[in-house]
């Protein structure tokens, strides 16, 4: 592996970082808050809130200028 191809990464202004942030955390609740009312204990309501903790978290993959 070349050091191009190992420093890939995905870089932000600091504003729309912050627009991406909040929208991701808000919808990354609103998918935890949807497995919870399906039923948290069924496979849809595990989903629905896996799914909302991982987009709830995808932005620290990214990288504010």
Request: no cysteine; net charge positive; charged share 15%.
């Amino acid at each position: 592996m070349t050091d191009a191809t190992a420093d890939r990464t995905v870089a932000l202004s600091a504003r729309r970082y912050r627009w991406l942030d909040r929208i991701t955390k808000l919808a990354g609740v609103a998918l935890v808050a949807l497995g919870l009312e399906t039923g948290g204990s069924t496979l849809a309501g595990i989903a629905y809130a896996t799914l909302g903790v991982a987009l709830g978290l995808a932005t620290v993959l990214v990288n504010e200028q």
